[in-house]
C-alpha cells in the first residue's frame, strides 16, 4: 500500500526520530486501509501513475501524508535544538552577545540601551495557505502529541489518538469549497494569536533579558521590542472588497480577541494571588498603590473588598480583570500601569518568583500587544490614488493630466496650503469615495485612544513623488492636520525601475516640508518598504536580489543625505521566487549599515503557518529573527561592495535579466505560459479573498506575483528562482576568461549575497524535473511554438546546473543533503500527482464537469504539499 503513495523510507537514522515516523506512518496507513482499500489493489502499485477512478483518493492520502511529514519535521526540528541546548550549544540571543566580537559590544550595547532594536512581522493575507483553519487545528493536535511522545511507551498511548486525529482529517476534507470570506481571513490571521503567539512572547522576552543581563548587566532594558502588524483587512491593493468598513470590522474583532485574551490570563492568575497582608505585612506605598487600582477600577470597590478581605493582590487583580473586561481603559499604558503596581509590590515582599512567572509574561504580552493585537497596516496601489485624486479635481473644477507637468505643478500647490475646498456634497465615484472614507477612518483612530491600532498608509508601485504627495493631499482633503499630519505614507517600490528610481524619489518628496514631516518617524526613522516579488518576476531571480541589494544600499546614502535613517519593510514570500531564503542567512545577507535595528517584513499564507501555528516554533522563529537583526546591526558601519564584487555583480545582474526577458519576449511565451500551467485554473482553488490579476487584466504585467509563482512551480519548472543565471555565468565567462573565473570564485567566497543567490538558485534547480515540464508543455496546441519554448527552458536549465557545479565544485543537491533527501521521498508520490493533474487540465478544458474541476483542485492542493509552498 504504501509503494502507492511514497516509496521512500523516513527520516534519518535516530532512533526516535524513526519511531515517530514509523508510529506516525502507521496510524496514517490504518486510516487508509479503513477510507480507501481500494489504494491497497495491487493493480494501484504502478509508482508512475495513478487508476483515473481513484485520482480523489490517492490525492487526498498524499496531502494529509505530506502535512504529516512537516508536523513531524517541525517536532524533530524542535528536539534537536533542546538536545543541542543540552549540550551546552547556544541559540538566538545568547549565541548572538556570547559571539560578538570585543570591538563591536559597545556598538550592540549602544543599541539595546538606546532601544533601537526593532522588528516588525507582519501577517498577510496573500492566499498562499491552502490549508483551512479547521485542518491547521487538527494538525497543532497531531503536534502535541507527537511532542508528548518522548518515549516508547507514551508513543504507544498516543498511537490511538493519532490515528483519531489522521481519521477526522480525512473525514473532513482539506480543500476549500468556497472562496474564504474577509471575516474569515481575519479570522485566519487572528487564530495565531491565541494558539502560539501569546505564549510565545513572554518567553522570547525572558530568553532576551537572560542573554543581555548576563552580557551587559540590568542596564540594558528588560525586553526586546516586538510589534506585529497585519494587512488582513487594511491591504486592499487589487480587493475592492476590503472596504473602510471591513477595515473598522478587522480593528473591532483584533481588539475584543486581545481584550479576551487578558481577561483568561487574569482568571488565571488572580487567585493564585491569595496573599494576606496579616501574615505578610505590605510596606505602606505599595499598599495605598494596590488599593488606588482597588478604588479606580472597580464599579464596587467595597464588594471587591469584601470579596477577598485582606487579600489586597486578589482584590488589585479582580478590579483590572474587571476593568478589562469592560473596556474601562482608556489606554494600553494605564494597563501596564497597574500591572508593573503588581510586579512591584511583590518584589517589595520577596515574592518574586510570583511577580517574574505571573505578572512579568502579562505585562509583556501587553506591551507587545496593547489593545489592539497587532498595527493594522493600510495598502492601497498608486494608480487607484491617482484616479481618485483626478476625480475630486474633476468635481472641485477641472483636472489636469494625470502625471503631468501641470498635474504635478497643482498637486505641489495645494499640498502646501493651509486651507482646501470641502468635499461635501461632491459626487464622486464609488473608488474615490471608498478611499477618502478609508482616509477618515484613519484619521478618526490617530485622533482616538489608540492611535497605533492603524499604521502606515503603504502605497504600492510607488513610482513618483507625485504618488507619494497624492496620498498626503487626499489625506489633507479629509482633515488632516496641515503642519504635522499623523498619517505615515510608506512607498513601495517593487519593478526594477522603481528600485532603481528609489533615491530620486525619496529626495524628491522629502524636499516637501509636509511629506517629510509625514514621512519621518521619531529619531528621523523612514520606513521604506521594498518587493521581492513583482520585482522578480519583472527581472528575474539573480537581477531582482542585487537590484533590491543596490536599492538599499543607495537609499541609505540619499538619506543620510536628509539626516535620515530607514527602516526597510522587506516584502518577502514564501518561496524563493518571492524573497523566501533562511531568516539568519537572508539577514546576514544584507548590506552592511541598512539596518540599524530595525526590521520589517511580511509573514505570507504558508509561512506563517510553518513559522507561527505552534508556540515551540513560534518562540524559535522570532527568536532567531530578532537575534540576527541584533547580530547584523552591531556590525561595523556602512561600506560598499568591495569594486571587484560590486561590477561582477553588476555584470551578472544585467546579462541574467537580459536572458530572463528575451524568453518573456519570445513569440508565443503568453499563451505557453497559460496552457503548459494551471494558471487560469488557479481560480478554482479557493485559497483567498482577492482575484489573481490586479485590474482583471489578461497579461503579464498585471498577473500576481503569486499566481506567477504558483503556476511555474506546479508544472515543475520553477523559472522564477533561477531563469537566467546560467546564461548569465556563461557569457561572463566566455567574455572574461581566467580572470573572470578568478572574479567569481573570489565572490563565491566573500561575498554573503552571492552566496546566498547560490545557493537559493541550487535548492530551485533541484526541485526542477524537465519530464515532468515537458507533460505539460504538450498541453500547449502550438506544437512547434511549445517545442521552442521549452527547448529554451531546458537549455538555459542544463546551463544553470553546469554553472552552479562549476562554481560549487559538487553534483548538484550534494550540498543540501536533507533537501535532497525529502525531494527523494516524496519523489513518486509527486511524480504521480503530476501525471494526474495533466490528465486533469485536460478534463476541465475539454469540458469543465465539477468532478474533474474538484480533483484538479485536490491535485494543486497536494502538488503544493509536497512542494511546501504553493506560490
Same mark, same amino acid.
Given at each position: 500500500?504504501?509503494?502507492?503513495?511514497?516509496?521512500?523510507?523516513?527520516?534519518?537514522?535516530?532512533?526516535?526520530?524513526?519511531? &515517530?515516523?514509523?508510529?506516525?506512518? @502507521?496510524?496514517?496507513?490504518?486510516?487508509?486501509?479503513?477510507?480507501?482499500?481500494?489504494?491497497?489493489?495491487?493493480?494501484?502499485?504502478?509508482?508512475?501513475?495513478?487508476?483515473?477512478?481513484?485520482?480523489?483518493?490517492?490525492?487526498?492520502?498524499?496531502?494529509?501524508?505530506?502535512?504529516?511529514?512537516?508536523?513531524? *519535521?517541525?517536532?524533530?526540528?524542535?528536539?534537536?535544538?533542546?538536545?543541542?541546548?543540552?549540550?551546552?550549544?547556544?541559540? =538566538?540571543?545568547?549565541?548572538?552577545?556570547?559571539?560578538?566580537?570585543?570591538?563591536?559590544?559597545?556598538?550592540?550595547?549602544?543599541?539595546?540601551?538606546?532601544?533601537?532594536?526593532?522588528?516588525?512581522?507582519?501577517?498577510?493575507?496573500?492566499?498562499? /495557505?491552502?490549508?483551512?483553519?479547521?485542518?491547521?487545528?487538527?494538525?497543532?493536535?497531531?503536534?502535541?502529541?507527537?511532542?508528548?511522545?518522548?518515549?516508547?511507551?507514551?508513543?504507544?498511548?498516543?498511537?490511538?489518538?493519532?490515528?483519531?486525529?489522521?481519521?477526522?482529517?480525512?473525514?473532513?476534507?482539506?480543500?476549500?469549497?468556497?472562496?474564504?470570506?474577509?471575516?474569515?481571513?481575519?479570522?485566519?490571521?487572528?487564530?495565531?494569536?491565541?494558539?502560539?503567539?501569546?505564549?510565545?512572547?513572554?518567553?522570547?522576552?525572558?530568553?532576551?533579558?537572560?542573554?543581555?543581563?548576563?552580557?551587559?548587566?540590568? !542596564?540594558?532594558?528588560?525586553?526586546?521590542?516586538?510589534?506585529?502588524?497585519?494587512?488582513? $483587512?487594511?491591504?486592499?491593493? =487589487?480587493?475592492?472588497?476590503? %472596504? @473602510?468598513?471591513?477595515?473598522?470590522?478587522?480593528?473591532?474583532?483584533?481588539?475584543?480577541?486581545?481584550?479576551?485574551?487578558?481577561?483568561?490570563?487574569?482568571?488565571?492568575?488572580?487567585?493564585?494571588?491569595?496573599?494576606?497582608?496579616?501574615?505578610?505585612?505590605?510596606?505602606?506605598?505599595? &499598599?495605598?498603590?494596590? !488599593?488606588?487600582?482597588?478604588?479606580?477600577?472597580?464599579?464596587?470597590?467595597?464588594?471587591?473588598?469584601?470579596? *477577598?478581605?485582606?487579600?489586597?493582590?486578589?482584590?488589585?487583580?479582580?478590579?483590572?480583570?474587571?476593568?478589562?473586561?469592560?473596556?474601562?481603559?482608556?489606554?494600553?499604558?494605564?494597563?501596564?500601569?497597574?500591572?508593573?503596581?503588581?510586579?512591584?509590590?511583590?518584589?517589595?515582599?520577596?515574592?518574586?518568583?510570583?511577580?517574574?512567572?505571573?505578572?512579568?509574561?502579562?505585562?509583556?504580552?501587553?506591551? %507587545?500587544?496593547?489593545?489592539?493585537?497587532?498595527?493594522?497596516?493600510?495598502?492601497?496601489?498608486? +494608480?487607484?490614488?491617482?484616479?481618485?485624486?483626478?476625480?475630486?479635481? @474633476?468635481?472641485?473644477?477641472?483636472?489636469?493630466?494625470?502625471?503631468?507637468?501641470?498635474?504635478?505643478?497643482?498637486?505641489?500647490?495645494?499640498?502646501?496650503? /493651509?486651507?482646501?475646498? %470641502?468635499?461635501?456634497?461632491?459626487?464622486?465615484?464609488?473608488?474615490?469615495? /471608498?478611499?477618502?472614507?478609508?482616509?477618515?477612518?484613519?484619521?478618526?483612530?490617530?485622533?482616538?485612544?489608540?492611535?497605533?491600532?492603524?499604521?502606515?498608509?503603504?502605497?504600492?508601485?510607488?513610482?513618483?513623488?507625485?504618488?507619494?504627495?497624492?496620498?498626503?493631499?487626499?489625506?489633507?482633503?479629509?482633515?488632516?492636520?496641515?503642519?504635522?499630519?499623523?498619517?505615515?505614507?510608506?512607498?513601495?517600490?517593487?519593478?526594477?525601475?522603481?528600485?532603481?528610481?528609489?533615491?530620486?524619489?525619496?529626495?524628491?518628496?522629502?524636499?516637501?516640508?509636509?511629506?517629510?514631516?509625514?514621512?519621518?518617524?521619531?529619531? $528621523?526613522?523612514?520606513?521604506?518598504?521594498?518587493?521581492?516579488?513583482?520585482?522578480?518576476?519583472?527581472?528575474?531571480?539573480?537581477?531582482?536580489?542585487?537590484?533590491?541589494?543596490?536599492?538599499?544600499?543607495?537609499?541609505?546614502?540619499?538619506?543620510?543625505?536628509?539626516?535620515?535613517?530607514?527602516?526597510?519593510?522587506?516584502?518577502?514570500?514564501?518561496?524563493?521566487?518571492?524573497?523566501?531564503?533562511?531568516?539568519?542567512?537572508?539577514?546576514?545577507?544584507?548590506?552592511?549599515?541598512?539596518?540599524?535595528?530595525?526590521?520589517?517584513?511580511?509573514?505570507?499564507?504558508?509561512?506563517?503557518?510553518?513559522?507561527?501555528?505552534?508556540?515551540?516554533?513560534?518562540?524559535?522563529?522570532?527568536?532567531?529573527?530578532?537575534?540576527?537583526?541584533?547580530?547584523?546591526?552591531?556590525?561595523?558601519?556602512?561600506?560598499?561592495?568591495?569594486?571587484? =564584487?560590486?561590477?561582477?555583480?553588476?555584470?551578472?545582474?544585467?546579462?541574467?535579466?537580459?536572458?530572463?526577458?528575451?524568453?518573456?519576449?519570445?513569440? =508565443?511565451?503568453?499563451?505557453?505560459?497559460?496552457?503548459?500551467?494551471?494558471?487560469?485554473?488557479?481560480?478554482?482553488?479557493?485559497?483567498?479573498?482577492?482575484?489573481?490579476?490586479?485590474?482583471?487584466?489578461?497579461?503579464?504585467?498585471?498577473?500576481?506575483?503569486?499566481?506567477?509563482?504558483?503556476?511555474?512551480?506546479?508544472?515543475?519548472?520553477?523559472?522564477?528562482?533561477?531563469?537566467?543565471?546560467?546564461?548569465?555565468?556563461?557569457?561572463?565567462?566566455?567574455?572574461?576568461?581566467?580572470?573572470?573565473?578568478?572574479?567569481?570564485?573570489?565572490?563565491?567566497?566573500?561575498?554573503?549575497?552571492?552566496?546566498?543567490?547560490?545557493?537559493?538558485?541550487?535548492?530551485?534547480?533541484?526541485?526542477?524535473?524537465?519530464?515532468?515540464?515537458?507533460?505539460?508543455?504538450?498541453?500547449?496546441?502550438?506544437?512547434?511554438?511549445?517545442?521552442?519554448?521549452?527547448?529554451?527552458?531546458?537549455?538555459?536549465?542544463?546551463?544553470?546546473?553546469?554553472?552552479?557545479?562549476?562554481? %560549487?565544485?559538487?553534483?548538484?543537491?550534494?550540498?543540501?543533503?536533507?533537501?535532497?533527501?525529502?525531494?527523494?521521498?516524496?519523489?513518486?508520490?509527486?511524480?504521480?500527482?503530476?501525471?494526474?493533474?495533466?490528465?486533469?487540465?485536460?478534463?476541465?478544458?475539454?469540458? +469543465?464537469?465539477?468532478?474533474?474541476?474538484?480533483?484538479?483542485?485536490?491535485?494543486?492542493?497536494?502538488?503544493?504539499?509536497?512542494?511546501?509552498?504553493?506560490?
Amino acid at each position: 500500500m504504501a509503494a502507492a503513495l511514497d516509496t521512500q523510507a523516513g527520516p534519518g537514522p535516530a532512533s526516535d526520530a524513526g519511531d &515517530l515516523y514509523q508510529c506516525l506512518r @502507521a496510524a496514517w496507513s490504518r486510516v487508509l486501509e479503513r477510507r480507501a482499500p481500494q489504494l491497497l489493489d495491487a493493480t494501484q502499485q504502478d509508482g508512475a501513475q495513478w487508476h483515473r477512478d481513484h485520482y480523489g483518493d490517492h490525492l487526498q492520502a498524499s496531502t494529509i501524508w505530506f502535512h504529516l511529514q512537516q508536523v513531524l *519535521n517541525e517536532v524533530q526540528t524542535l528536539r534537536s535544538l533542546r538536545q543541542e541546548a543540552t549540550n551546552g550549544k547556544l541559540h =538566538g540571543f545568547a549565541e548572538v552577545v556570547a559571539d560578538c566580537p570585543e570591538d563591536q559590544r559597545a556598538a550592540m550595547k549602544r543599541l539595546l540601551q538606546d532601544g533601537r532594536l526593532s522588528v516588525g512581522p507582519t501577517i498577510t493575507a496573500h492566499p498562499t /495557505e491552502a490549508k483551512r483553519v479547521t485542518v491547521m487545528e487538527i494538525h497543532r493536535r497531531i503536534y502535541a502529541l507527537l511532542c508528548c511522545a518522548d518515549d516508547t511507551a507514551r508513543l504507544a498511548e498516543v498511537s490511538t489518538s493519532l490515528e483519531m486525529e489522521i481519521d477526522l482529517l480525512w473525514l473532513t476534507g482539506e480543500l476549500r469549497m468556497e472562496r474564504p470570506s474577509l471575516a474569515a481571513e481575519v479570522e485566519w490571521g487572528l487564530q495565531f494569536y491565541d494558539a502560539s503567539l501569546f505564549d510565545a512572547v513572554p518567553r522570547l522576552f525572558q530568553r532576551y533579558r537572560t542573554a543581555v543581563r548576563s552580557a551587559f548587566g540590568a !542596564e540594558v532594558d528588560d525586553h526586546c521590542c516586538l510589534r506585529f502588524h497585519s494587512w488582513i $483587512g487594511g491591504d486592499r491593493d =487589487g480587493n475592492p472588497n476590503v %472596504t @473602510a468598513e471591513v477595515t473598522r470590522q478587522a480593528l473591532a474583532r483584533s481588539r475584543e480577541m486581545v481584550l479576551n485574551a487578558y481577561v483568561r490570563a487574569l482568571e488565571k492568575i488572580v487567585p493564585r494571588l491569595s496573599i494576606s497582608t496579616k501574615i505578610v505585612p505590605l510596606p505602606a506605598d505599595h &499598599l495605598q498603590a494596590l !488599593e488606588r487600582i482597588v478604588d479606580q477600577r472597580s464599579t464596587d470597590a467595597e464588594s471587591c473588598k469584601q470579596r *477577598n478581605p485582606n487579600e489586597v493582590f486578589r482584590q488589585a487583580g479582580f478590579a483590572i480583570r474587571d476593568a478589562v473586561a469592560a473596556g474601562r481603559y482608556a489606554h494600553i499604558s494605564d494597563f501596564l500601569a497597574d500591572l508593573s503596581v503588581l510586579e512591584n509590590a511583590l518584589n517589595a515582599i520577596g515574592a518574586t518568583a510570583l511577580a517574574g512567572q505571573l505578572i512579568r509574561p502579562l505585562r509583556w504580552q501587553a506591551t %507587545t500587544f496593547g489593545f489592539r493585537g497587532h498595527t493594522l497596516d493600510i495598502r492601497q496601489n498608486s +494608480d487607484v490614488v491617482t484616479r481618485t485624486l483626478q476625480a475630486v479635481w @474633476a468635481a472641485v473644477d477641472a483636472s489636469p493630466e494625470p502625471l503631468g507637468s501641470a498635474w504635478s505643478e497643482r498637486l505641489q500647490r495645494e499640498v502646501r496650503q /493651509e486651507t482646501l475646498p %470641502t468635499l461635501d456634497g461632491l459626487e464622486l465615484s464609488e473608488e474615490a469615495s /471608498e478611499l477618502l472614507a478609508l482616509l477618515a477612518l484613519v484619521r478618526d483612530v490617530h485622533e482616538g485612544s489608540d492611535p497605533d491600532a492603524i499604521g502606515p498608509f503603504v502605497l504600492s508601485m510607488t513610482r513618483s513623488a507625485d504618488d507619494l504627495l497624492a496620498v498626503l493631499l487626499l489625506a489633507r482633503y479629509v482633515g488632516f492636520d496641515a503642519h504635522q499630519p499623523s498619517l505615515r505614507v510608506v512607498p513601495l517600490f517593487e519593478t526594477i525601475e522603481d528600485l532603481q528610481a528609489a533615491p530620486v524619489i525619496l529626495r524628491d518628496v522629502l524636499a516637501v516640508p509636509i511629506a517629510a514631516r509625514s514621512m519621518k518617524s521619531s529619531g $528621523g526613522r523612514i520606513e521604506i518598504m521594498l518587493g521581492y516579488s513583482d520585482s522578480n518576476k519583472d527581472g528575474g531571480f539573480l537581477c531582482s536580489s542585487w537590484s533590491l541589494d543596490r536599492a538599499q544600499r543607495a537609499i541609505t546614502r540619499t538619506l543620510a543625505q536628509q539626516g535620515a535613517t530607514p527602516v526597510f519593510f522587506h516584502g518577502r514570500g514564501g518561496s524563493v521566487s518571492r524573497g523566501g531564503a533562511p531568516t539568519d542567512r537572508a539577514i546576514a545577507a544584507q548590506p552592511c549599515g541598512t539596518l540599524n535595528g530595525a526590521l520589517r517584513l511580511t509573514e505570507q499564507g504558508e509561512v506563517v503557518t510553518a513559522k507561527y501555528a505552534n508556540a515551540d516554533t513560534a518562540v524559535t522563529q522570532l527568536e532567531l529573527l530578532a537575534s540576527s537583526v541584533l547580530r547584523h546591526s552591531a556590525s561595523p558601519p556602512f561600506e560598499t561592495v568591495d569594486p571587484e =564584487g560590486e561590477d561582477v555583480m553588476e555584470t551578472l545582474s544585467s546579462l541574467s535579466q537580459t536572458a530572463y526577458q528575451n524568453l518573456l519576449r519570445h513569440p =508565443g511565451f503568453l499563451d505557453y505560459f497559460n496552457q503548459a500551467s494551471p494558471v487560469n485554473e488557479l481560480a478554482l482553488l479557493k485559497i483567498g479573498s482577492r482575484p489573481a490579476r490586479r485590474f482583471g487584466a489578461a497579461s503579464l504585467s498585471d498577473l500576481r506575483a503569486i499566481p506567477w509563482v504558483f503556476a511555474w512551480s506546479q508544472n515543475r519548472h520553477m523559472i522564477s528562482s533561477w531563469y537566467g543565471f546560467g546564461q548569465a555565468i556563461q557569457d561572463f565567462r566566455r567574455v572574461r576568461g581566467s580572470v573572470g573565473d578568478a572574479a567569481l570564485e573570489r565572490i563565491s567566497r566573500k561575498l554573503p549575497l552571492f552566496q546566498l543567490c547560490l545557493d537559493e538558485i541550487e535548492k530551485s534547480l533541484m526541485l526542477v524535473r524537465l519530464d515532468i515540464a515537458e507533460l505539460y508543455a504538450r498541453l500547449v496546441s502550438d506544437r512547434a511554438m511549445a517545442e521552442d519554448v521549452f527547448g529554451r527552458i531546458r537549455d538555459e536549465y542544463n546551463r544553470s546546473v553546469d554553472a552552479i557545479e562549476t562554481l %560549487t565544485g559538487a553534483p548538484l543537491g550534494t550540498r543540501f543533503p536533507n533537501a535532497a533527501d525529502r525531494i527523494h521521498r516524496h519523489e513518486d508520490t509527486l511524480r504521480a500527482a503530476h501525471h494526474a493533474q495533466v490528465a486533469l487540465l485536460k478534463d476541465v478544458r475539454a469540458s +469543465d464537469a465539477q468532478t474533474a474541476r474538484i480533483r484538479l483542485m485536490q491535485s494543486m492542493n497536494c502538488i503544493s504539499a509536497g512542494l511546501g509552498w504553493t506560490g
